[in-house]
């Protein structure tokens, strides 16, 4: 039994990549081929782009894939979201659809653009965001490099914005967000029915979400007397409980838990001060609850 696996074609390729890596899936890319490898023998890859996945996946023609909430709106697909994967090409936060204008335009809000024209790749969402407003736009496809098309093009454009960055290089200003989106394992309602293969595809969520879960802690264990074991509790927030154990020299324990990686840099040194030695901060590859 194989399952079929749709992957991100571009801004989301490595990063997908690099989480499969962390979870324990090894992914090679031929530069000529749209079709990876893993040393996973269940999966068959294919990359695509995430904007026409959602259809392929309810067509059933793959079972399942990586894309965003985004395009599953856009294209109503009916699938299986199985879980939201938080991440990004850049950073872990969603990333929005926003409508923007010149920054100098005398547009204040999306009112002030009937009659005009706006420009976007999310072509048939944007349309329905209008038709809602009773606004009457002139819609069109952009095929790319959408920012840089106001004012000379187009009058606004919608756009998905991560940081803003981009919008605020081109001297863009967001009047309204559409969508807030993220990354979506989605599956084929039929094939989520197979017993093996959603089995596979549960194993593959609790892999992805247990990767994501773990970029946010770190292991932190510490040698510490036996009389310095309330104080050391007292400062030592944890994940759960920590594990305490006895090493050979006698009135010595061995303390080791999980922490917040944003606590880290605090408590380090109230460890110290509170008597323990030999502390070792290490990496944590997999959270699962």
Same mark, same amino acid.
């Given at each position: 039994?194989?399952?079929?696996?749709?992957?991100?074609?571009?801004?989301?390729?490595?990063?997908?990549?690099?989480?499969?890596?962390?979870?324990?899936? &090894?992914?090679?890319?031929?530069?000529?081929?749209?079709?990876?490898?893993?040393?996973?023998?269940?999966?068959?890859?294919?990359?695509?782009?995430?904007? *026409?996945?959602?259809?392929?996946?309810? +067509?059933?023609? %793959?079972?399942?894939?990586? #894309?965003?909430?985004?395009?599953?709106?856009?294209?109503?697909?009916?699938?299986? +979201?199985?879980? *939201?994967? *938080?991440?990004?090409? $850049?950073?872990? +936060?969603?990333?929005?659809?926003? =409508?923007?204008?010149?920054?100098?335009?005398?547009?204040?809000?999306?009112?002030?653009?009937?009659?005009? !024209?706006?420009?976007?790749?999310?072509?048939?969402? #944007?349309?329905?965001?209008?038709?809602?407003?009773?606004?009457?736009?002139?819609? *069109?496809?952009?095929?790319?490099?959408?920012?840089?098309?106001?004012?000379?093009?187009?009058?606004? %454009?919608?756009?998905?914005?991560?940081?803003?960055?981009?919008?605020?290089?081109?001297?863009?200003?967001?009047?309204?967000?559409?969508?807030? #989106?993220?990354?979506? =394992?989605?599956?084929?309602?039929?094939?989520?029915?197979? #017993?093996?293969? !959603?089995?596979?595809?549960?194993?593959?969520?609790?892999?992805?979400?247990?990767?994501?879960?773990?970029?946010?802690?770190?292991? %932190?264990?510490?040698? =510490?007397?036996?009389?310095?074991?309330?104080?050391?509790?007292?400062?030592?927030?944890? =994940? &759960?409980?920590?594990?305490?154990?006895?090493? $050979?020299?006698?009135?010595?324990?061995?303390?080791?838990?999980?922490?917040?990686?944003?606590?880290?840099?605090? /408590?380090?040194?109230?460890?110290?001060?509170?008597?323990?030695?030999?502390?070792?901060?290490?990496?944590?590859?997999?959270? /699962?609850?």
């Amino acid at each position: 039994m194989k399952v079929s696996l749709g992957l991100p074609k571009g801004s989301l390729e490595k990063s997908t990549v690099e989480l499969f890596r962390k979870a324990g899936i &090894h992914i090679r890319i031929s530069s000529r081929s749209y079709y990876p490898t893993s040393d996973d023998p269940e999966l068959d890859l294919i990359l695509m782009r995430p904007q *026409e996945m959602p259809r392929y996946v309810e +067509q059933g023609i %793959i079972d399942a894939g990586i #894309t965003g909430y985004d395009w599953t709106v856009e294209n109503k697909a009916r699938v299986k +979201q199985i879980c *939201e994967l *938080e991440y990004s090409k $850049s950073t872990r +936060q969603k990333c929005r659809w926003v =409508l923007a204008v010149p920054e100098k335009s005398r547009i204040r809000k999306p009112e002030d653009l009937a009659g005009k !024209r706006v420009a976007t790749e999310l072509l048939d969402t #944007t349309k329905r965001y209008f038709k809602k407003k009773k606004i009457d736009v002139d819609v *069109e496809f952009s095929w790319g490099a959408t920012e840089v098309k106001p004012p000379r093009l187009v009058d606004a %454009i919608v756009d998905i914005t991560e940081t803003g960055s981009s919008l605020r290089a081109n001297d863009l200003r967001i009047i309204d967000t559409l969508l807030e #989106t993220s990354t979506l =394992l989605i599956a084929n309602k039929q094939a989520w029915e197979n #017993t093996a293969k !959603r089995k596979k595809l549960e194993n593959i969520r609790l892999l992805l979400q247990g990767t994501l879960d773990a970029e946010n802690y770190v292991g %932190i264990k510490c040698n =510490l007397e036996d009389s310095r074991l309330a104080a050391i509790l007292k400062v030592l927030p944890a =994940l &759960h409980n920590p594990t305490v154990s006895h090493l $050979s020299d006698a009135g010595w324990l061995a303390l080791e838990t999980i922490i917040s990686s944003t606590e880290v840099k605090h /408590i380090i040194p109230r460890l110290k001060d509170a008597g323990a030695s030999g502390i070792v901060e290490y990496p944590v590859n997999k959270i /699962i609850a």
